[in-house]
């Protein structure tokens, strides 16, 4: 039976393609509010909400989710993901994710996705040929990164949305507003003021250097 495509759309930054064998199934589209939680423990919560699109239900919206799910598991082999709400409050719904870890995030949603230390990052080749900002709006470069938060901890993820961390900020890259002690919001746009010289070819990346 010819194979096709059945697409779920878990808000703006959650789209996930589905290759099923037998019909087409389209999944409506949600235009979300995304929202990224990193945790102490390494595992991370994304909260999406939206209007619920005209003609679903709570029940038909979580059985797009808990098929998604089903077959990331079956094809990946992976266990890392369940689904902790899928309500509806009026006309909006709320759907929560919690992933076991930041591979578990990047292999479902097909985004970059690292979380360790500064010295971590460095070994496994990420780049830091960026500008910084540090939480009190200074201008830092790769270079006073590495040797003042060597052994500090780091996400590094290229998906625009609202991000919090398990601890204060130190510094972001330009893709990253800095919005509050532990939060930003990553952009997909880099900041004309970045020079030349230090941006990399290819990298849409944010960087977060947090305690």
Known sequence: MKKRRAVLLLLAAVFLLLTFSGCTEQVPELNTT?????????SITQKLVDALPE???????????????????????????????????????TITLTYAAA???????????????VKEAYE???SFQKIFLDSAGNSLTGSDVSSAYWLDRIL???QPMDIQVPGR???????????????????????????EEFRVVNDSAAIIIYQ
Do not use: W
Request: glycine share 10%.
């Open 34 to 42: 995304n929202l990224f939680i990193l945790n102490d423990d390494g």
């Open 55 to 93: 003609g679903e239900s709570e029940e038909s919206m979580k059985a797009y989710v808990d098929a998604a799910l089903s077959h990331y598991r079956v094809t990946t082999g992976r266990d890392g993901i369940t689904l902790d709400e899928c309500t509806v409050t009026g006309k909006m719904i």
């Open 103 to 117: 591979g578990d995030y990047e292999a479902y949603n097909g985004v970059l996705c690292f979380t360790g230390t």
């Open 124 to 126: 496994e080749g990420y």
């Open 156 to 158: 590094i993820i290229n």
């Open 169 to 195: 900020i130190y510094a972001a890259s330009d893709l990253a507003q800095i919005t509050g002690e532990m939060t930003v919001k990553v952009t997909n746009e880099e900041k004309e003021t970045v020079p």
